[in-house]
């Protein structure tokens, strides 16, 4: 079965800092990974995906994040933080192949930007 | 295309009453998803269609839930004798036959039990 680690609850940075927020995933082979936005009282917006051979993936709102087999991690990072980053960040996992394809979500990581 | 649409978006209900959401995904996507998740938590799989078979239900979705997808368009989740831990945010989520290409959420409905 997969799985999704997201090491701590909680991220808090200054406006301008990086952001880095850390996801390692169980898998026998090498998934799909997502990254996801939630804002409060809303549905998820994609940030961006892991599915082929370029390892570094870029997505909106200036996130990256790089897929590295050999520490099974898919962290993600922005080199300057704004205040509209502030929200819930869930790293997610999917097979690459199967009938069943559902994405399998980590417990998320609140990120709060100070001014 | 609008995207996922879901209906309602809140939902307060008296516990034991029975409750119905509605979710309408992207057109061209042959796969729907419905995902629980409760406050601090992230989103748990509830179940899965692949244009009208249901085939997948996750250990959460007792017999007190049911979904469907009658003509391989929109969903329906029922609820029935509802009760105060079923208090969650409810998501819908499509995605083209190769998942590869992401999945598509919808804004959700937040169902209170009172």
């Known amino acids: 079965a997969q799985s999704v680690t997201q090491l701590g609850s909680h991220v808090s940075v200054s406006e301008g800092a990086l952001v880095l927020l850390r996801c390692n995933y169980s898998s026998s082979v090498p998934p799909y990974l997502f990254w996801y936005v939630q804002y409060p009282n809303q549905g998820l917006q994609l940030l961006l995906k892991y599915t082929s051979a370029a390892t570094l993936v870029k997505g909106i709102n200036g996130f990256e994040a790089e897929f590295k087999k050999s520490e099974t991690s898919f962290h993600l990072t922005k080199p300057s933080a704004h205040m509209s980053d502030a929200a819930e960040y869930f790293c997610a996992v999917s097979p690459r192949s199967g009938a069943n394809s559902k994405l399998t979500f980590g417990k998320g990581i609140t990120l709060s930007v100070r001014p | 295309d609008t995207g996922v649409s879901q209906d309602p978006r809140h939902k307060i209900t008296k516990r034991g009453q029975n409750v119905t959401f509605r979710c309408d995904p992207i057109?061209?996507?042959?796969?729907l998803y419905w995902y629980r998740q409760t406050l601090g938590q992230g989103p748990e799989f509830l179940t899965y269609?692949?244009?009208?078979?249901?085939?997948?239900k996750s250990r959460l979705l007792s017999d007190r839930f049911s979904a469907e997808r009658p003509k391989g368009s929109f969903s329906t989740l029922e609820i029935q004798r509802t009760e105060q831990g079923d208090s969650a945010m409810y998501l819908c989520?499509?995605?083209?036959?190769?998942?590869?290409?992401?999945?598509?959420f919808g804004s959700g409905t937040r169902l209170t039990v009172v």
């Open positions: 989520a499509s995605s083209s036959q190769q998942g590869e290409s992401g999945y598509t």
């Open positions: 269609f692949q244009n009208e078979a249901q085939l997948e």
């Open positions: 057109s061209e996507h042959n796969r």
